[in-house]
């Protein structure tokens, strides 16, 4: 079946601008989880959605960053006033339950801020 | 706390030798164990998994076995192909980690012919 998606999957913006990333997770996954990837600070975890729980935002850098989860599906992430340390690949993934803790990442979206 | 370390990189090895890579952690609770790989240019892929002690993951002739004794996770392969270059990941999660998972820095792989 159709793995994790995300969009798009390069984007190259101005400091100062707000960008929005979307995920759509493997079908019938109820967990949604948003990692960062950087040269300096490899891999962090940003945010989780689980089902309709409030989702754990304890990774996120920043006010500048926030996330919804529509319809328990498809995932949105937000980063407003982008600076240059934001430029990154930012990385969803999605499990079939959060207990499962075996999660199925998608190909990624690289930011560039310049 | 929550961590795990990987051996430094990068890793050259010429096609068919032995691969290890080490990885060891430190966590609370009884976390499951992975090895991610990455592919150039291409996203995360789960290669295998351990969820207790003394378990072995194995997957395309990888294998990394759970040792709690030793807090560690070592991933082998007894044969590389250069198609096996890329970047591999250990990594833990659980329910004491709020099933985040927490990664090790990563290690990259080259394999010449």
């Known amino acids: 079946g159709a793995g994790v998606s995300q969009s798009p999957s390069n984007k190259v913006t101005e400091k100062g601008k707000d960008v929005e990333l979307r995920c759509d997770p493997i079908?019938?996954?109820?967990?949604l989880y948003w990692y960062r990837q950087s040269l300096g600070q490899g891999l962090e975890f940003l945010i989780y959605?689980?089902?309709?729980?409030?989702?754990?935002k304890s990774g996120l850098p920043s006010d500048r960053f926030s996330a919804e989860r529509t319809g328990g599906s498809v995932s949105t992430l937000t980063i407003q006033r982008t600076q240059q340390e934001d430029s990154a690949v930012y990385l969803c993934?999605?499990?079939?339950?959060?207990?499962?803790?075996?999660?199925?990442f998608g190909p990624g979206t690289r930011l560039t801020v310049t | 706390g929550n961590s795990v370390t990987q051996m430094e990189g990068p890793v050259t090895l010429s096609e068919e030798a032995f691969l290890t890579i080490n990885c060891t952690y430190t966590?609370?609770?009884?976390?499951?164990l992975f090895w991610y790989v990455q592919y150039p240019g291409e996203g995360l892929q789960l290669l295998l998994k351990a969820t207790k002690a003394d378990d072995k993951g194995s997957n395309k002739g990888f294998e990394a076995t759970y040792r709690k004794e030793t807090t560690s996770f070592h991933l082998e392969k007894g044969s590389v192909q250069v198609s096996d270059s890329a970047v591999y990941f250990c990594?833990?999660?659980?329910?004491?980690?709020?099933?985040?998972?927490?990664f090790g820095q990563g290690t990259e792989l080259s394999v010449k012919p």
């Open positions: 990594a833990l999660s659980g329910y004491n980690q709020g099933g985040k998972l927490i």
């Open positions: 966590a609370t609770g009884y976390p499951s």
């Open positions: 959605f689980q089902g309709n729980s409030a989702p754990d």
């Open positions: 993934a999605s499990s079939l339950e959060h207990s499962s803790y075996e999660q199925y």
């Open positions: 079908s019938g996954h109820t967990a």
